[in-house]
């Protein structure tokens, strides 16, 4: 991992640790959220609104998470965001002390009238979690955007998307030993105790120079050569101005080409690889597969996911971001295409490694790009907005999902999101320059 003077190593213990241990106490609760609510008395559909908090907490939060990083850096948001979380952690192993306790493995509610101090607390907590999600997230993209050469950055990009993967995967192990000696809170402590790390490993991240709000003047951007990139379909770019002084309106308005083109493929590759969490597990039972063989399944599909993504980051590199994002999505479709006919679970299983191999290949894709396109003023404000169009499909690939299978079946829904991904395919493609970045090219 060491080329061109540059050693990606050196950001292991500041940028990558931190994350992983994010990762991992994202992991150890996102499969109880929905029993933890269950057993402060909320009904089944109370309890999959909960779920949700998580993604409304991370999409409400964008652009403050963009002011935030812009006023007091990168390193002081991660470590405020990995605390914040760890309050939402402790909220959620409080709030059976208000509600009448965790339920059992049963999942049943406590009681009807105690629980909804507790459920309103847990809730609460469940927030916090999303909200610090994007503080965290926003920051440490803005950080490597800034710690690392050009030359490199997509394999930074990368091996931060498979950091995060491997946390995530690790996560619910972790929760699962806790829970054998604790019950249910026991995600939740290695939930806390993972922030409560992070947090500290954030404290070793260096100071970038100038970091905080304005610290990027206009003239020193413009020195640099830096600033946005972007592709009008021809491969070919051009650097975008920056404002003087920048902020979330400026930017946006400045940016508008590129959040309109680029941006909409990122809220397409965000809204299938969300729903690609849901089709799996779905297509599984309606072929019949009991629980066991659905997470042999889906899990030998993250780890096909997890292991490809530091080639990828070299491909997009040394060749090129739309080597990597169309076939990303390309792959995906046809996984997609393919999944309604499979009917065992062989042929369910090769579908799903595909569909993780598609997905794996493109770690670290909408940040790289996300960090290509920023402006050196004002690139907080910009990865807001980045990262709010991704939530926006986050959000949306699930609904795509679901109004389909309502109107015609599971099959047809999928080959929705089949199409939008082939459809993504197609942006990217246009959109994104045929070659590297300028300044990667002058480094190699």
Not at 16 to 23: G, I, K, R, V
Not at 111 to 117: F, L, M, R
Not at 184 to 206: F, H, I, K, Q, T
Request: hydrophobic content about 55%; overall charge positive.
């Amino acid at each position: 991992m060491t080329e061109g003077g540059f050693s990606l190593a050196r950001l292991g213990p500041t940028v990558y640790a931190p994350s992983l241990l994010y990762a991992v106490g994202m992991g150890s609760v996102l499969p109880v959220v929905a029993l933890s609510a269950r057993g402060l008395g909320a009904s089944v559909a109370t309890a999959a609104l909960v779920i949700t908090l998580i993604g409304i907490g991370s999409l409400m939060t964008n652009v403050p998470a963009a002011l935030v990083t812009a006023r007091f850096g990168e390193r002081a948001a991660m470590i405020g965001a990995a605390a914040w979380a760890a309050l939402g952690m402790a909220a959620a192993l409080v709030a059976p002390a208000l509600g009448g306790g965790v339920a059992g493995a049963g999942g049943a509610p406590a009681s009807d009238g105690s629980a909804a101090p507790g459920l309103a607390l847990f809730a609460a907590g469940i927030l916090m979690i999303g909200m610090a999600g994007s503080v965290f997230n926003l920051a440490r993209q803005s950080y490597l955007a800034e710690a690392v050469p050009v030359s490199h950055r997509a394999r930074a990009m990368s091996m931060l998307g498979g950091t995060m993967r491997i946390g995530v995967f690790i996560g619910p192990f972790a929760g699962a030993a806790a829970m054998t000696w604790l019950g249910l809170p026991g995600a939740y402590w290695v939930g806390l105790a993972a922030m409560a790390l992070a947090a500290a490993a954030s404290v070793r991240v260096p100071e970038l120079p100038g970091s905080g709000y304005d610290a990027v003047a206009p003239s020193a951007a413009a020195a640099t050569g830096a600033g946005e990139w972007q592709g009008d379909g021809s491969g070919e770019g051009r650097p975008a101005e920056v404002p003087a002084r920048p902020t979330i309106r400026s930017i946006a308005a400045g940016h508008a080409r590129t959040l309109c083109t680029l941006g909409l493929g990122v809220v397409v590759i965000a809204a299938v690889r969300a729903t690609r969490q849901a089709v799996i597990p779905l297509w599984a039972e309606q072929l019949g597969l009991d629980p066991a063989t659905t997470a042999l399944v889906y899990g030998l599909s993250g780890a096909v996911d997890m292991l490809v993504f530091y080639p990828a980051g070299k491909v997009m590199d040394v060749k090129g971001r739309v080597w990597v994002a169309v076939p990303c999505l390309a792959v995906m479709g046809v996984a997609l295409t393919l999944l309604p006919f499979t009917a065992g679970t062989a042929s369910l299983l090769l579908v799903a490694m595909l569909l993780g191999f598609g997905n794996g290949i493109g770690s670290g894709i909408v940040m790289t790009l996300g960090a290509d396109h920023s402006p050196a003023a004002g690139r907080p404000q910009f990865l807001g907005l980045w990262r709010l169009l991704a939530d926006i499909g986050v959000m949306a690939g699930p609904v795509v999902l679901s109004v389909v299978t309502g109107l015609a079946s599971l099959a047809a829904g999928v080959w929705a999101v089949a199409a939008l991904s082939f459809v993504g395919a197609g942006l990217f493609g246009y959109f994104i320059p045929r070659t590297p970045p300028p300044a990667a090219a002058r480094r190699r």
